[in-house]
């Protein structure tokens, strides 16, 4: 009995956190290198988000997955920011790690799509800048 209270209590603690306290504990985590724990914070955050950081924090869960090298749920988060938010300041640099993400998987062709991409959508970003030599 004293487990399954317990369990309660975490589910319970983990619905009704505060988001905005989540997402500050997420942004801490992922600055000191600690992904795995960041990718929850976030996660935890987006089942119960405030709408403003929505954007953010799916980047910034995004950048957590990258930096794990898990790079097909990375593209998924920062496919997210740019196809949902794409006047988000995160947007061309969502579509950078894209392209970057395919890389780390071998997949040179699929970069430069995106690569490509990035140049149309945001041709003054500095991550379009950052992407010119490899589109030729």
């Known amino acids: 009995e004293f487990l399954a209270?317990?369990?309660k209590l975490r589910e319970t603690a983990e619905t009704t956190t505060d988001p905005v306290g989540e997402f500050k504990k997420g942004e801490a985590?992922?600055?000191a290198g600690s992904y795995q724990d960041s990718v929850k914070s976030f996660s935890l955050f987006l089942k119960n988000p405030r709408?403003?950081?929505?954007?953010?924090?799916?980047?910034?869960?995004?950048?957590?997955?990258?930096?794990?090298?898990?790079h097909s749920k990375?593209?998924?988060?920062f496919s997210k920011v740019h196809e949902t938010w794409p006047?988000?300041?995160?947007?061309p640099q969502a579509l950078l790690r894209i392209g970057q993400s395919?890389?780390?998987m071998?997949?040179?062709?699929?970069?430069k799509e995106f690569f490509r991409l990035l140049q149309q959508?945001?041709?003054?970003?500095?991550?379009?800048?950052?992407?010119?030599k490899k589109i030729k």
């Open 29 to 31: 985590l992922l600055k």
């Open 5 to 7: 209270e317990l369990r």
């Open 121 to 132: 959508k945001y041709p003054k970003s500095p991550e379009a800048k950052k992407t010119r």
């Open 51 to 70: 709408p403003e950081l929505v954007d953010e924090a799916t980047f910034m869960r995004g950048e957590a997955f990258f930096k794990l090298k898990n």
């Open 102 to 104: 395919f890389e780390a």
């Open 106 to 111: 071998g997949s040179a062709a699929e970069a």
């Open 87 to 91: 006047k988000s300041t995160r947007a």
């Open 74 to 77: 990375a593209i998924l988060d």
